[in-house]
């Protein structure tokens, strides 16, 4: 599965593997040929005032989006793919979904909107007055065109019921299903990247490297190109790397540019430690683990609007 002999350079060029680029996406993009890469997934700054960003009015953001975004579309291959991977902008508290400010940049290069895929994960801020963002989105878009790459076979998941077979008709006593496993459908559910999970690094908003694997593994062949314009911590080249793909990407913070350097040695020397892609999520019920006695069933009389509200439920 890994590759031994590869170098990481600092330039594009068509005969190299492994691009890490020190420095702004924009500067990057501009020394990569026309339609030369297949697959540019990434997540951008949502400009809320990460560490690595400063937060700009959201025209002035989107305007900046808008020229990388343009930039991105002139070195996709005719049958590549973007994946822009977005949350919200927040305001004063009011919020503005990116994807949907968004979408009128990629149409408007003429781009089609193939799915619209929620991430769903389970940790993050918890909001007292409104509900707690629980998804974020990947948006996939390709050109207007129907031999755009897209393989659903390594990435089929398994399905709820493998052993259904047709009980009646022609195909009476047959399996159902495809034995190869189901479509895994446009809503993922995969851990984010928080603090007890095996890939955390020191950077707050790092993917999940089975989410990028999934978009690599249905929408690249091996020896293709994947570019990350907002690299972070490496995960695209890392995603792209173990599966026999060629990775690139740029980063203007040199700590995280040395955590992605790590990271695609490791994966290189097959030491990362990664989620595997199709791993279910934890089920503390299923794990027997001791913490989910709540205090309200041990104590009732102490917790009693609690154990009225829990205790009717279903
Ligand atoms: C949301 S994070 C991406 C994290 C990444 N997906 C990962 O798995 O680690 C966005 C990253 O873009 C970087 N960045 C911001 N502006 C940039 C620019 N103009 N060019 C390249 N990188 C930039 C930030 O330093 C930050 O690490």
Redesign the pocket.
């Known amino acids: 599965m890994f590759i031994n002999d590869i170098n990481i350079s600092n330039s594009y060029g068509d005969d190299e593997k492994i691009v890490l680029y020190h ?4 500067d ?1 993009l501009s020394r990569i040929p026309d339609k030369s890469i297949q697959l540019i997934v ?5 400009n809320i005032g ?1 560490e ?2 400063k937060k700009m009015k959201l025209e002035k953001y989107l305007e900046q989006q808008k020229y ?1 975004i343009s930039q991105c579309d002139r070195v996709l291959k005719d049958n590549g793919s973007i994946c822009w ?1 977005v949350g919200n902008y927040v305001d004063n508290g009011s919020i503005v979904p990116l994807d949907v400010v968004l979408y009128p940049v990629f149409t408007g290069l003429d781009l089609v909107l193939r799915n619209r895929i929620i991430w769903h994960f389970e940790h993050g801020l918890h909001c007292s007055k409104r509900f707690s963002g629980r998804y974020e989105s990947v948006m996939w878009f390709t050109r207007k065109t129907k031999h755009y790459l897209f393989n659903l076979d390594p990435v089929r998941v398994p399905q709820k019921y493998p052993g259904k077979k047709y009980f009646k008709g022609p195909k009476a006593g047959q399996y159902s299903c495809n034995p190869l496993g189901k479509n895994p459908g446009d809503v993922w559910d995969i851990p984010n990247v928080k603090s007890n999970h095996v890939e955390k ?1 020191d ?1 707050p ?3 999940p490297v089975g989410l990028i694997e999934r978009l690599v593994l249905s929408m690249t062949n091996e020896d293709d190109w994947v570019l ?9 080249i890392v995603a792209a790397i173990r599966h026999k793909r060629r990775g690139a990407g ?4 040199i700590k ?1 540019v040395n955590i ?1 350097k790590t990271r695609i040695q490791e994966a290189i020397a097959g030491t990362l430690q990664v989620r595997p892609m199709n791993k279910p999520k934890y089920d503390p019920n299923a794990a027997g683990n001791k913490l989910i006695t709540a205090p309200w069933e041990k104590h009732k009389e102490d917790y009693p609007a609690q154990a009225d509200l829990f205790d009717k439920r279903e």
């Open positions: 420095g702004s996406c924009m990057f990434t997540s951008p700054p949502y990460k690595y960003e990388i991977q690094t950077h908003c790092q993917f990350d314009p907002f690299l972070g911590t490496g995960t695209s740029a980063e203007t913070e995280y992605a």
